[in-house]
């Protein structure tokens, strides 16, 4: 029971998106006005006869071939495929396209419209709000802000795995940092 382009177009039809089949290459052609980029263009492909689901946004990012924060960029992207559900990135080494992906196998089961759904809405949702602000800050100064995120969301595990903790780690640190200053002095006289 594999999918058809005919039954996502009425998935999108129910929707009222606007879309063009490409029946020779067994995609649909679609796209959306986002936030952080104008227009997402974002393509419904159908593989092995209908038997495996792809929904992607090609070319999210340009300019990372070549770019100072490469290695930082793509270190980002798979963070961010670590931190959330279904969402992949691919990186075309040839051009430098990186693009946004959801795919699965469908084998001998169908694409309902829910599934369908949470794919395209997901895909549009954490590219537009959650990856490309974030990774536009790396390619501007390097930097992934998820980094610090990551640091919030260890000292909330601790605070709640052991009560308490944190307020003596924060003091040790304090007089440690109080030691380096004496120890300093110490040296300069």
């Given at each position: 029971?594999?999918?058809?382009?005919?039954?996502?177009?009425?998935?999108?039809?129910?929707?009222?998106w606007?879309?063009r089949i490409?029946e020779?290459t067994s995609?649909?052609?679609?796209?959306?006005?986002?936030?952080?980029?104008e227009?997402?263009?974002?393509?419904i492909?159908?593989?092995?006869?209908?038997?495996?689901?792809e929904?992607?946004?090609?070319?999210v990012?340009?300019?990372?071939?070549?770019?100072?924060?490469?290695s930082?960029?793509l270190?980002?992207?798979?963070?961010?495929?670590?931190e959330?559900k279904?969402l992949?990135?691919?990186?075309?080494?040839?051009?430098?396209?990186i693009?946004?992906i959801?795919?699965?196998?469908?084998e001998?089961?169908?694409l309902?419209?829910r599934?369908?759904?949470?794919?395209?809405?997901?895909?549009v949702?954490?590219?537009?709000?959650l990856a490309?602000?974030?990774?536009?800050?790396?390619?501007?100064?390097?930097?992934?802000?998820?980094?610090?995120?990551?640091?919030?969301?260890?000292?909330?595990?601790?605070?709640?795995?052991?009560?308490?903790?944190?307020?003596?780690?924060?003091?040790?640190?304090?007089?440690r940092?109080?030691?380096?200053?004496?120890?300093?002095?110490?040296?300069?006289?």
């Amino acid at each position: 029971m594999a999918a058809t382009l005919e039954q996502i177009a009425g998935y999108l039809d129910k929707k009222g998106w606007k879309y063009r089949i490409d029946e020779e290459t067994s995609r649909i052609i679609t796209g959306v006005y986002a936030e952080t980029i104008e227009q997402l263009l974002i393509i419904i492909q159908l593989d092995e006869e209908g038997e495996f689901f792809e929904v992607y946004a090609p070319r999210v990012i340009t300019g990372v071939k070549e770019h100072p924060f490469k290695s930082e960029i793509l270190q980002t992207m798979l963070c961010i495929s670590w931190e959330t559900k279904m969402l992949q990135w691919e990186y075309d080494p040839a051009d430098g396209e990186i693009r946004a992906i959801i795919e699965f196998p469908l084998e001998d089961a169908e694409l309902t419209e829910r599934q369908f759904n949470r794919c395209l809405y997901s895909l549009v949702q954490l590219v537009d709000e959650l990856a490309l602000p974030r990774l536009q800050m790396v390619m501007d100064t390097g930097e992934d802000p998820g980094d610090v995120h990551e640091g919030e969301r260890l000292l909330l595990q601790l605070e709640t795995e052991s009560p308490g903790l944190l307020s003596l780690l924060e003091k040790a640190m304090e007089a440690r940092k109080r030691r380096g200053r004496l120890m300093l002095d110490d040296d300069l006289v």
